[in-house]
């Protein structure tokens, strides 16, 4: 498992793990768990330019479908495709396996520290 404390957050309830210029993106266990079990996951292809604060895929679980925010600007590495064979993923290992996407990105926007993202669930 990932440490949580070497993670950014966003107010959308993702996880960025930073890694050189490469920004890998799922979401986080407190999304995940409010989703349900999730059932299915759209993701964007590798190569799509994505825009930070667009929607880029979709989360669909046996309570809802919700929306995947793009972080960052940037272009899509890699698309999590143990995810797409087994969405359950998202919610055994939403920090680890449940990953979804890789973005090579262009500039890191303002993101939350563990310790934010943490008093913001907590309201």
């Known amino acids: 498992m990932t440490d949580q ?3 950014q957050y966003t107010a959308e309830h993702e996880w960025i793990l930073v ?16 989703l349900g079990d999730v059932v299915y996951v759209e ?4 190569g799509s330019v994505v825009s930070g604060g667009t929607v880029v895929g979709e989360i669909e679980s046996t ?8 972080p960052v600007d940037g ?4 698309a999590n495709a ?3 064979a087994d969405p ?4 055994s290992d939403p920090f680890g ?15 939350l520290s563990f310790d934010e993202y943490s008093a913001l669930i907590a309201e």
């Open 88 to 91: 359950s993923l998202v919610n």
């Open 97 to 111: 396996e449940g990953w979804l996407i890789k973005v090579t990105y262009t500039a890191l926007p303002t993101l």
């Open 5 to 7: 404390n070497s993670l």
């Open 82 to 84: 143990a995810v797409d």
């Open 43 to 46: 993701l964007p292809k590798a």
């Open 63 to 70: 309570k809802s479908v919700g929306e995947l925010f793009a």
């Open 19 to 34: 890694d050189g210029d490469t920004a890998t993106v799922g979401i986080t266990a407190y999304a995940a768990d409010k």
């Open 75 to 78: 272009t899509i590495l890699e």
